[in-house]
Structure formats: C-alpha cells, structure tokens
C-alpha cells in the first residue's frame, strides 16, 4: 500500500459540492489503483468508488453512482472524488486506499484493508 492523505472535507448544504483529495508520498503512485471509501457515524466503512492505474476505468457503488466522478492526476500523485448533488447520507469520514495496478476494481469490495489514512470529514446538512 502506498502512504496517501485525504483532504478538502468540510460542512455543505444538501444539493452543492465538494471535491477530495488523495495525495500520496513516493514516485509510485502509477503502480497502483486507487480507491475511495466512506465511513458513517455507527456504521461500517463502504466502498464508494475505484480507477484504475491510468484512470482508463473506473467503478462506482450504486449510491454514489451519477453523482460522484472520481479521477486521478500520476504527474500529481493525486486521486481526486468530485462529489456533486451530495445528499445528508453522503455524511462520512472519507478515505482512500490503494491495491496493486494488476488487481481489478472490485479488488476494493472484497479487500479487508489493515491499514488507513485520518480520512476527511464530509458533513451534508439539509
């Protein structure tokens, strides 16, 4: 796994926007795929959306699938989730995770991670 930092949270009203950051250390950021996860108050952490190691494919949960785009820049070491139309069950700690670049997407729903980044917090009032 590759060492990442979340960021760009914050407090938002139902209907606006947000956009996440994941930025990870090293120069072999293009060596994995990338995904985003969520975690609610009493509740267990979710898959929210996954791409690929050039950001060719992409895989999204049902509940965030429309709304949300997830993206990455290699040059950046940076994986990004534009989160548009959130919702008040948008609210979570958002984290991202990483998986080696020859795994399938759906390697982040079946995947038991041990270890995580402070994740950031997404709060949607309504």
């Known amino acids: 796994q590759v060492q990442v930092v979340e960021s760009g949270g914050g407090l938002v009203q139902a209907g606006g926007s947000l956009r996440l950051s994941c930025v990870a250390s090293?120069?072999?950021?293009?060596?994995?795929?990338m995904g985003w996860f969520r975690q609610a108050p009493g509740k267990e952490r979710e898959f929210v959306a996954a791409i690929d190691w050039n950001g060719a494919r992409t895989l999204y949960s049902d509940s965030v699938k429309g709304r949300f785009t997830v993206s990455r820049d290699n040059g950046k070491s940076a994986m990004y989730l534009q989160m548009n139309n959130l919702e008040p069950e948008d609210t979570a700690v958002y984290y991202c995770n990483s998986g080696p670049y020859y795994k399938d997407l759906d390697y982040f729903q079946s995947t038991k991670f041990d270890s995580w980044g402070q994740g950031t917090q997404v709060t949607v009032s309504s």
């Open positions: 090293g120069d072999t950021f293009h060596s994995y795929i």
